[in-house]
């Protein structure tokens, strides 16, 4: 769940240090507007961060964004502490580097939802056969009985309409659960951006 979250705030919040800092805003003063609100675990990190930092219990910035590194979850989480550490360490230029972040960070979002569009590109064509194609059939095959009188019920032998009515029963069960399934399938490939 951490990860999926972190995934999913990180590059707002690349660009929210991004204009920031751009706008003069030092790097300590932009985490703590970060860690006010509003980008989930990452607020919630970067919000404890500065309480430790303001009650003294901390050995500096550079400490707290290394131990800050190693409980990150994802890979872009990870990144863009590090180059924060690097910017307090080294005093590099981190607004072009978190440009750069954000650009393939994008990148890598835009292939992701190109990759999933295109892995669910048959599901509503799938369920919508499934969904209709199968209940006719089985309202067919549930007629069967009836229509097989006289003589052609000589022709044919044909199972107990019970029997009958309980395979259309277990069919339209089938069909429900492949729907459920195809739809959870979808779901779960969800890149949760």
């Known amino acids: ?4 979250d972190e995934q999913r705030e990180v590059l707002y919040v690349i660009r929210t240090l991004d204009v920031l800092m751009s706008s003069g805003v030092g790097l300590e003063a932009a985490i703590h507007t970060i860690g006010s609100g509003g980008y989930g675990i990452i607020s919630e990190d970067f919000s404890s961060m500065m309480a430790r930092l303001r009650k003294g219990n901390s050995r500096g910035l550079g400490p707290e964004l290394k131990s800050l590194m190693n409980k990150a979850d994802s890979e872009g989480y990870r990144r863009l502490i590090n180059t924060m550490y690097t910017n307090v360490t080294q005093n590099t230029d981190i607004i072009d580097t978190l440009r750069k972040q954000g650009s393939r960070m994008e990148n890598e979002r835009t292939e ?3 990759k999933y569009i295109e892995e669910l590109g048959a599901v ?6 499934i969904g209709m194609i199968g209940p006719i059939i089985l309202a067919i095959a549930g007629l069967v009985p009836q229509l097989m009188t006289g003589d052609l019920g000589a022709f044919m032998q044909l199972p107990p309409a019970s029997t009958i009515n309980a395979v259309v029963k277990g069919g339209l069960v089938v069909t429900l659960l492949a729907m459920f399934m195809i739809g959870l399938k979808a779901h779960t490939k969800d890149p949760g951006l």
């Open 124 to 129: 509503p064509e799938t369920l919508l056969s």
């Open 1 to 4: 769940m951490r990860k999926l």
């Open 112 to 114: 992701s939802v190109k």
